[in-house]
């Protein structure tokens, strides 16, 4: 965990991300690799926001499984196992590659954003 992040800073921060996101997405939905590391941006913060909220310590990386695990709810890992580690690609693999998500993956990384934040700020 970073000193200075808040749980409150890091909401504020994911929902500039999720702004991003849905700005790019309206002015031009072809620029997917920007859109979708974005939305890895706004599930890692919101789940660090949550865990910072539980007093659970932890780590400085991109893996949205790693995070998802220290929640310690196997019904709600289980169901966004792969949706994370999806979107954690986003944050590294294609980040640094530069492959270009195509717009079904774009729009799917949309849903599985939207299902980790919902399934996880009722924890």
């Known amino acids: 965990m970073v000193p200075h992040e808040t749980v409150e800073s890091l909401r504020d921060s994911a929902e500039e991300d999720l702004w991003t996101a849905n700005l790019v997405k309206d002015r031009d939905d072809e620029k997917t690799r920007i859109i979708c590391f ?5 599930v890692e913060k919101m789940l660090k926001a949550k865990l910072l909220e539980k007093g659970i310590q932890y780590p400085r990386k991109h893996d949205l499984v790693s995070l998802l ?15 994370a580690a999806n979107l954690s690609d986003y944050a590294t693999a294609f ?5 270009v998500p195509s717009i079904e993956e774009m729009e799917t990384a ?12 009722c924890l």
């Open 69 to 83: 695990e220290l929640f310690d709810n196997k019904e709600i890992l289980d169901k966004h196992i792969e949706n």
């Open 38 to 42: 974005h939305l890895q941006q706004y």
């Open 110 to 121: 949309f849903t599985s954003a939207h299902s980790i934040v919902s399934d996880i700020n």
């Open 95 to 99: 980040r640094y590659e530069r492959r």
